[in-house]
């Protein structure tokens, strides 16, 4: 996994071209310090955007989730403590880093600034070499946090989401379905017999079928579908904007190259999956766990009736085989 540099060839800012350049925010009602830092910082690779209040800013920020924040303490309405306070409560902002710029060389302001979360504090009038290096450190700090963010939801054996990351996805899939209105299919899936391999051809060969699974999914299923490790041999799929009776295809097809695919430590041993889909939960359609239960009852029902098939369970908890349209 390669992280994208946090400060890039500066040759392609002065060319024009800043895509995949980090997003900075100067926060300042100074119409003098924007003109400067625009001015300053033209060459720099990043895409440099401002807001001339914290209002204004803090509405920015949720909306470009910037890399960095530069903010000016001393602002009427909304000064710069309470915007790094609300900064730092927001969510979707707290790994954005913080420089706090100010006329203010108050060792107290400085210390409320960096108790508040701000990484760095630099004084005004602007030493520009110092003011440029510390902006490098903080969006190096922000690469690296949003690198090991990145890792943390990744299952290291087959390189697809691990269970938080489904955890966190799947609540972001059911706030699309409520406003939305839009379908969607939550699919659990288990290697049948998955202790057999392990078993007859050892645990290497157990974690070969593993990525193998994880590579399949990964190939067969469209763009928009995303699988995840949900822990040991069961996978989870999203199928956004998909009825069950949609996924049934898809899902299928999968379900058909894992039959026919041969691993070479052990050609002559099939490999199979089953299924269990849930569109509409036997529970609270905004409780995740309510999908999560009601696809893992329709995968139990799947392996019982003898596994290696499709199974979709409707809201009031039964559970069947799914049919292909014809």
């Not at 969510?91 to 006329?103: A, F, N």
């Not at 269970?163 to 799947?170: A, V, Y």
């Not at 898809?250 to 190259?257: F, G, I, M, S």
């Not at 026919?260 to 359609?285: K, Y």
């Amino acid at each position: 996994m390669t992280a994208t540099p946090a400060i890039p060839d500066s040759a392609n800012a002065e060319q024009g071209d800043r895509s995949g350049f980090p997003d900075v925010l100067l926060i300042d009602d100074s119409s003098f310090i924007h003109s400067l830092l625009e001015k300053k910082l033209g060459h720099e690779p990043i895409n440099l955007h401002g807001a001339r209040s914290a209002a204004e800013g803090l509405e920015m920020a949720e909306r470009i989730r910037p890399a960095l924040i530069l903010l000016d303490l001393t602002m009427p309405e909304i000064d710069g403590f309470q915007a790094l306070r609300r900064i730092k409560d927001t969510p979707g902002l707290m790994d954005s880093q913080v420089i706090v710029i100010s006329s203010s060389d108050d060792t107290e302001d400085k210390v409320a600034g960096l108790e508040l979360g701000a990484c760095d504090y630099v004084t005004k009038p602007f030493n520009m070499p110092e003011l440029r290096a510390r902006m490098r450190s903080a969006l190096r700090m922000h690469e690296v946090l949003a690198l090991l963010a990145e890792r943390a939801q990744v299952d290291g054996l087959t390189g697809i989401g691990n269970r938080s990351s489904f955890d966190d996805r799947l609540a972001e899939e059911l706030s699309h379905r409520e406003r939305a209105g839009a379908p969607l299919t939550v699919a659990m899936c288990d290697i049948d017999f998955f202790k057999k391999v392990n078993d007859t051809f050892g645990h290497a060969a157990g974690d070969e079928v593993i990525r193998g699974f994880a590579r399949i999914f990964t190939q067969s299923l469209r763009k928009s579908d995303i699988p995840f490790r949900f822990g040991g041999e069961e996978f989870a799929i999203l199928l956004r904007d998909t009825s069950a009776e949609q996924a049934a295809p898809v899902l299928e097809r999968v379900r058909q190259t894992i039959e026919q695919t041969r691993w070479p430590a052990h050609p002559e041993h099939m490999v199979t999956c089953s299924f269990g889909l849930c569109d509409q939960p036997a529970g609270d359609p905004k409780k995740p766990l309510s999908w999560i239960k009601t696809a893992d009852e329709a995968l139990y029902a799947a392996k019982k009736a003898g596994r290696n098939r499709i199974f979709v369970a409707d809201s009031k908890g039964q559970h069947s085989a799914l049919k292909l349209a014809s």
